[in-house]
T-cell receptor
């Protein structure tokens, strides 16, 4: 158990809909990262938050947004869903915001868009 | 930008044998970190081993060791005495010290057979 909690584990929805994925980082970790894993694109970095502020942004679509709350949990919002958004979405956390330590990953949220 | 390349999509090995997974990377930074993550069928991303680029000594964690060739930008993973539980997708990843993004390769699927 990495200590990173993601909900829901599985989610099935229809095109055009909006979903919210939730992540609770390990106790004491200030950084939260979101990754998307799909068969054709592999593991793609989406966005990082550090202590409530956006720290880095990767290949995140404009239809997607995220935030980190004062209690350090994070939410990834996916809107106007398309079939191609079907993927495994990982949340990870680390103590700091810079690249010195490893990331600890949650079990992922499997999103299926029909 | 960092890139990580894993040229072996799949590999197989028999129990108790040794296998080496290849990884090359490209970065313009002088200080960075390299990782191998394992993703078993449970899909959890698990850190296997990490290497700091400024350390010349190869990292070792029990049956797992790396061959870090900094000049060649190569970072291979050797698994000794392979076990059935080693069956998983293995991802090589790199992270610059001053940046937050963890960049992954496409992965190598390792199958350990009896």
């Amino acid at each position: 158990d990495s200590g990173v909690t993601q909900t829901p584990k599985h989610l099935i929805t229809a095109t055009g809909q909006r979903v919210t994925l939730r992540c609770s980082p390990r106790s004491g970790d200030l950084s939260v990262y979101w990754y998307q894993q799909s068969l054709d694109q592999g593991l793609q970095f989406l966005i990082q938050y550090y202590n409530g502020e956006e720290r880095a942004k990767g290949n995140i679509l404009e239809r997607f947004s995220a935030q980190q709350f004062p209690d350090l949990h994070s939410e990834l919002n996916l809107s106007s869903l398309e079939l191609g958004d079907s993927a495994l979405y990982f949340c990870a956390s680390s103590v700091g915001g810079a690249g010195t330590g490893e990331l600890f990953f949650g079990e992922g949220s499997r999103l299926t868009v029909l | 930008a960092q890139t990580v390349t894993q040229s072996q999509p799949e590999m197989s090995v028999q129990e108790a044998e040794t296998v080496t997974l290849s990884c090359t990377y490209d970065t313009s930074e002088s200080n960075y970190y390299l990782f191998w993550y394992k993703q078993p069928p449970s899909r959890q991303m698990i850190l296997v081993i990490r290497q700091e680029a400024y350390k010349q000594q190869n990292a070792t964690e029990n049956r797992f060791s790396v061959n870090f060739q900094k000049a060649a930008k190569s970072f291979s993973l050797k698994i000794s005495d392979s076990q059935l539980g080693d069956t998983a997708m293995y991802f090589c990843a790199s992270r610059n010290s001053g940046y937050s993004t963890l960049t992954f390769g496409k992965g190598t699927m390792l199958l350990v057979s009896p």
